[in-house]
């Protein structure tokens, strides 16, 4: 889930629990958006929501920020470093990310600065000990070469929102890294080819909320069983999902669709995910 000012955020917490979700990560995407999910944490702790995490890092196409604004990058990389220390103190902080690169979306943030800044952010893997959240788009093999090069720097890690072919994925998974399914990963048959191969010790399920929803459009959709009324955000009802805003409870619908299309039960894909959360994420 990406940290934004919500102003039904319990509801939708309280809806999350209500289907079975324990536990919530917080995206961080530059360094206010991890302060702001460090601190959406702090208030939001209560037994009636999902135990809630936050990510500290910068998303491909914010690394820009590392020299603007009048700061250094050396001083944005050691208030990063801050965050993620007193966040990881106080048991919120779970991972470094969203980091990456994204070829996608050059025209927010050019090739080499992405490169020099997803680099930059192995060091505060090395230095807090925490595994990456990673994001790769259309990266023409130059995410896997900088694993490659960099895996001896961080523990463990998760390739979320996986949108990529099958060899990929088993290059990836060689590496020892996670792959993470959400209604992104589920849009063409391929995609879902894809998801059937994942071996079950490397699956993750995820929502992206708000983002990355399963729509009517994507291959998957057909296998989805759950389902919520919605409504447009000026016709809001508690009881109604906001039409075009994915919610932390459709990590349901994702676990659907893997379950049907790959013949496990949803019981097993479910344990077995939860199982590899706690290795990356919650091991103490």
Known sequence: MTSSSISDLPTILAR????????IIVTGGNLEESRKAVQLVQENSSDAFPRLFATVGVHPTRCNEFEADGRTPDSYFA????????????????????????YDRLEFCDK????????????????????????????GGD??????????????GVVHSFTGGKDEMFELVKLGLYIGVNGCSLKTQENLDCVKAIPLE???????????DIRSTHAGHSYVETSWQSKKAEKYEPD?????????????????????????????????????????????
């Open 16 to 23: 999350a629990k209500t289907c079975g979700v324990e536990k």
């Open 79 to 102: 208030e990063l470093l801050a965050v993620c220390v007193q966040g990881k103190e106080e048991g919120i902080v779970v991972a470094i990310g969203e980091c990456g690169l994204d």
């Open 112 to 139: 080499e600065t992405q490169l020099k800044y997803f680099e930059k952010q192995f060091q505060l893997a090395e230095q807090t000990h925490l595994p990456l959240f990673l994001h790769n788009r259309n990266t």
């Open 143 to 156: 995410f896997y070469d900088l694993m490659v090069k960099n895996r001896s720097r961080f523990s463990n």
């Open 202 to 212: 490397r699956l993750m399920i995820e929502t992206d909320a708000p983002w990355c």
């Open 240 to 284: 109604c999902l906001v039409k075009g805003r994915n919610e932390p409870c459709t990590l349901i619908q994702v676990l659907e669709v893997i379950s049907r299309i790959r013949s496990e039960s949803r019981e097993d894909i479910a344990a077995n995910a939860v199982l590899n959360a706690e290795r990356v994420f919650f091991q103490s």
